[in-house]
Structure formats: C-alpha cells, structure tokens
C-alpha cells in the first residue's frame, strides 16, 4: 500500500475511535425514565402540569422520611401531559428521593413522594396517575357533570 492511502486511512481510524469513546462518554451514567398517563376520575385524559422537586433528603437507600423538608423546595425540572393522551415523561437521576407535584385547571392537586432506586443501567418506570375533579358546593350536586363540562 502506498503512503498517500495509508495517511487518510489511518486518520479515518482514529476519527472514528475518537468518535466511538465521546459517544459512549455521553451515556456514562444510567438515568430513570418515568411514563404514564394521567386521567381525571371518569377516565379522560388530564391537562396537568408535573413538577419535580428536592426532597432536602439524601441517599434512597436511607431512611430519612422524618427529615424530609416539604416547604420551599427547589424545583428541579417540570412537564406538561399530553392534553389529548395524558401521556407524560420525565428523566430522573437514580438513588435521589424527589416530590412529584401534579395540578391542574378543576383538578385536585396531588403530592407524592418518589424513591428512585440504586441502578447501574437506564430503567423505565412506568406510573400512572388519577386526579379527581375539584368539588365546588353545587358543581356536581344538581347536574352530575364535571366542573370543565359546565358552561356558565
């Protein structure tokens, strides 16, 4: 082989082993894709907001429930469900413990405390969730419909 091919091949070679090593630098730590749906009470999709918030705990594996701080949280990341599935995503790092915030327009809000495991690979966690309509004192008493379904 001459010299003018083995110059661009050995270029070549070490552009794609530099190429290969990035990418799998990328991806070094394992990550928690939690997914569901959302649904209000009589099984429709829910437009709802999801929040994400530090615990002000520590490791998942310890039990600190007694020392978790629920006032002025940080909020870490946020997302929207699908307003005509209910479907919803969010990325999570493993081993954290976090408060999952859910509200929306007539719904009731829901606060629930997640545990995210130790992991040494990507894990998917699927979680699906119901929120109930709001009750207002004559909303559903005299029509039974949901406080979204009236017009006023």
Not at 74 to 103: M, R
Request: hydrophobic share 40%.
């Amino acid at each position: 082989m001459s010299k003018s091919f083995m110059r661009p091949f050995a270029l070549f070679l070490v552009c794609t082993f530099t190429i290969v090593v990035s990418a799998q630098a990328q991806f070094s730590r394992p990550v928690i894709v939690m997914k569901g749906c959302v649904l209000t009470s009589d099984g429709k999709p829910a437009t709802v907001r999801l929040s994400i918030h530090e615990t002000g705990g520590s490791e998942a594996d310890e039990d600190t429930a007694h020392e978790i701080t629920t006032c002025g949280i940080q909020e870490i990341t946020a997302s929207k469900a699908n307003s005509e599935s209910g479907h919803y995503l969010l990325v999570l790092k493993p081993a954290k413990k976090y408060w999952l915030h859910l509200e929306g327009t007539f719904l009731q809000s829901i606060d629930t405390l997640l545990q995210m495991p130790k992991i040494d690979k990507p894990l998917t966690i699927d979680q699906n969730f119901m929120l109930n309509w709001r009750q207002t004192p004559d909303a559903t008493a005299t029509t039974g419909e949901s406080p979204a379904a009236k017009k006023e």
